[in-house]
T-cell receptor
Framework: AQSVTQLGSHVSVSEGALVLLRCNYS??????LFWYVQYPNQGLQLLLK??????LVKGINGFEAEFKKSETSFHLTKPSAHMSDAAEYFC??????????????FGTGTRLTVIP | KAGVTQTPRYLIKTRGQQVTLSCSPI?????VSWYQQTPGQGLQFLFE???????NKGNFPGRFSGRQFSNSRSEMNVSTLELGDSALYLC????????????FGEGSRLTVL
């Protein structure tokens, strides 16, 4: 079964500082991995995804994540935090299409606070 | 292009009642998925419909059901509401579910009293 663990339900950073949100996954097959962001009173928006190929993936708003198979990790980073980055971030995993599954398993989320 | 539209946005029901939530996907998207979001359990997959057929189902009791119409619009129904059903119900559409790229609506927030 697929599962995701997000370390730290709350992360606070100063404006301009590095953002690092941690995600570890468990999967019996090569996974597809995702980061979604949720702003208050809104739905989720895809930030970036890893399916196959290059392990460093770049997403919207300056975010990127690196797939590390040996560490079963997919941590999200951004070099310099902006006030507008304050939101809740969800890591998710799905089975690859060959398995026939098509739903996402989400982590419990990390709420990012940016301090001016 | 219009996004995923969910109605109603907010609703209050009492225990034992039933509720129907509606979702209109992005034009051209044939897959619609539903998720329940609560502070305690996080985001949990309810079910997914594709071309009017339920393709996948999460681990929820039979009180939770859904359907999809020929225009890809979807509804979900919860019968005999319980206090624990209070949640944000999110609908997501996708043109190709196997990429995992889901486009979410803003959700329907259900409060059960």
């Amino acid at each position: 079964a697929q599962s995701v663990t997000q370390l730290g339900s709350h992360v606070s950073v100063s404006e301009g500082a590095l953002v690092l949100l941690r995600c570890n996954y468990s999967s019996s097959v090569p996974p597809y991995l995702f980061w979604y962001v949720q702003y208050p009173n809104q739905g989720l928006q895809l930030l970036l995804k890893y399916t196959t190929g290059a392990t460093l993936v770049k997403g919207i708003n300056g975010f990127e994540a690196e797939f590390k198979k040996s560490e079963t990790s997919f941590h999200l980073t951004k070099p310099s935090a902006h006030m507008s980055d304050a939101a809740e971030y969800f890591c998710a995993v799905s089975d690859p299409p060959q398995t026939g599954a098509n739903n996402l398993f989400f982590g419990t989320g990390t709420r990012l606070t940016v301090i001016p | 292009k219009a996004g995923v539209t969910q109605t109603p946005r907010y609703l209050i029901k009492t225990r034992g009642q039933q509720v129907t939530l509606s979702c209109s996907p992005i034009s051209g998207h044939r897959s619609v998925s539903w998720y329940q979001q609560t502070p305690g359990q996080g985001l949990q997959f309810l079910f997914e419909y594709f071309s009017e057929t339920q393709r996948n189902k999460g681990n929820f009791p039979g009180r939770f059901s859904g359907r999809q119409f020929s225009n890809s619009r979807s509804e979900m129904n919860v019968s005999t509401l319980e206090l624990g059903d209070s949640a944000l119900y999110l609908c997501a559409s996708s043109q190709d579910t196997y990429t995992g790229e889901l486009f979410f609506g803003e959700g329907s927030r259900l409060t059960v009293l």
